[in-house]
């Protein structure tokens, strides 16, 4: 297993993300498959695992506190987050912090991070109203959290706002980063700005949850004629062991297949050359159906709705690659009058684009696929109300 340094501790380059963890028909966790997993994953030099208060509607905490209570506690290390992106009418961080080290049985998290610090929960966070910096900093002068960081999917500039605050408090980051979105999403950007900081990176969706691991056949082939004994799968994770800043790479695996062939990625590193990644650069370019805005901003000076096209274009972009409610949340919480459905079709924004890209019907299209994804409003309903029963069932 490949190690990386992180403040004297020796961490995996694979970890155990636990937010796509093996099902039964009944939909309920499967807990004896997670059990193997994990004793393979230790066995093997993964030491690292990850968890968060919504992954699987509150029961991933319970299922890996039960999990891992069957090992010796210095052998891994335990992540939890705070759960302050969810839209609530209040925030209470010593209520949820007591809730998840009582749900994962532990005294102490190793990690703790603030759960994605995004444009809509940054001021959350920040706010001394709540006092969910001050408590967490609190709680780890206690030695109840040995590391404290964030986690986000939040755009450059808020990235940067945020940073400007709290880079003092901030150990570590946990960025989405891959192939694909070092250009769709300035991951790029993101990592320069955390090695600039001196923030170690630790990376979720390294494969895009999976959209990475199915390529078509031209793009496979490509990849096959170059290393014909290295899997997709491979490729995806090898193109993340030389970014620098990198220190461990979360997979949500989700069965005993996923993690051998992941564990054995992992064994011994294996550069990729310059070549291979231009590749990978090359195919990540031809699966994206985007539109060719590039932000020149000319759109919105007459726009008389004064919609940010630039965003909402982006968003549309990361939506036809693969849509997710993380990539519409940023949409969601617009006032009515910025999202898409706004835009009056004038036509203004059109006659003056130098890509000449017709920017009313992309919105159009955007509103119309914005309207397929779940809200997020709904998805932190759903898991509050499945928390509070998992409450009352502890009680």
């Given amino acids: ?26 939909g309920q966790i499967d807990e004896e498959q997670v059990l193997e997993m ?35 506690r ?9 759960p302050g992106h969810q839209i609530s009418e209040s925030y209470n961080p010593a209520e949820i912090f007591e809730e998840q080290l009582k749900k994962c049985g532990v ?8 759960h994605n610090v995004y444009e809509n929960s940054m001021d959350i966070y920040l706010d001394e109203k709540w006092g969910i910096l001050e408590y967490f900093r609190e709680q780890k002068r206690l030695g109840r959290i040995k590391h404290l960081g964030f986690s986000t999917h939040a755009r450059l500039k808020t990235l940067e706002k945020f940073l400007e605050i709290a880079h003092e408090d901030m150990e570590f980051c946990q960025i989405q980063l891959n192939y694909m979105d070092w250009s769709l999403q300035d991951a790029k950007g993101k990592v320069e ?5 001196n923030i170690p990176i630790f990376v979720m969706e390294p494969l895009r949850g999976g ?28 193109y993340l062991e030389d970014i620098e800043g990198v220190t461990t790479i979360l997979s949500g695996m989700s069965n005993i297949e996923q993690m051998c062939e992941n564990i054995e990625t992992f064994e011994s590193e294996n550069h990729l050359t310059e070549n291979d990644k231009a590749l990978l650069y090359e195919i990540a370019e031809s699966m994206k159906n985007s539109v060719p ?43 009515e009058n910025k999202k898409p459905s706004a835009c009056i079709a004038c036509g203004k924004c059109k006659k003056i ?14 509103d119309e696929k914005l309207k397929t994804i779940p809200k997020w409003r709904e998805i932190c309903r759903v898991r509050e109300e499945a928390a509070k029963k998992i409450r009352e069932q502890n009680k």
């Fill in 1 to 26: 297993m490949i190690y990386r340094d992180f403040k004297g501790k020796k961490i995996s380059m694979l970890s155990f993300g636990t937010m796509r963890l093996p099902t039964l028909e009944n």
């Fill in 38 to 72: 994990t004793r393979l994953a230790l066995s093997r030099g993964v030491n690292y695992f990850d968890t968060a208060y919504p992954y699987h509607n509150g029961q991933s905490e319970l299922v890996m506190g039960r999990v891992l209570k069957n090992f010796d």
């Fill in 74 to 82: 210095d052998s891994f290390y335990l992540a939890d987050k705070y």
């Fill in 107 to 114: 005294d102490y998290f190793d990690f703790y991070l603030l």
């Fill in 193 to 197: 700005l955390l090695n600039q900081y």
């Fill in 211 to 238: 959209k990475l691991c199915s390529l078509s056949y031209e793009n496979e082939q490509k990849l096959k004629s170059v290393y014909p004994d290295k899997s997709v799968t491979s490729w995806g994770f090898r």
């Fill in 293 to 335: 805005c590039t932000a020149c901003r000319y759109c919105t000076k007459d726009c008389p709705m004064t919609l940010d096209i630039p965003t909402l274009i982006e968003t549309y972009n990361d939506l036809e690659f693969f849509a997710t409610t993380n990539s519409a949340m940023i949409i969601e919480f617009m006032p």
């Fill in 353 to 366: 684009c130098p890509q000449m890209i017709d920017i009313p019907r992309v919105l159009q299209k955007l």
